[in-house]
């Protein structure tokens, strides 16, 4: 097995208007990439403090707060040899 990754799309679209080419959503999409960026980062940080080499089942949960973006990622930490 070769790992190549996590791969992600992510869409932000303004209270469902559909529209998907602007400043405002690209904005919007940037910083929700950046957010979930920041969010896999630690998990990384996380499970390789506790010995892992690989983590499975990976998730996201997003919770958007007024202007705000709260995102929490969640998987299983495990060595593969």
């Known amino acids: 097995m070769e790992y190549k ?11 469902g208007t559909g529209w998907t080419n602007s400043t405002i959503i690209d904005n919007c ?15 990384k940080e996380n499970a ?7 983590i499975v089942g ?3 949960v997003f919770n958007y707060i007024g202007h705000s973006v709260s995102v929490s990622a969640t998987g299983t930490a495990v060595v593969v040899e």
């Open 29 to 43: 999409e940037g910083a929700l990439i950046k957010s979930k960026n920041l969010a896999l980062d630690k998990l």
């Open 5 to 15: 990754g996590i791969v992600f799309g992510e869409v932000f679209d303004l209270a």
């Open 58 to 60: 990976v998730s996201f």
């Open 48 to 54: 390789f403090k506790i010995g892992a080499n690989a």
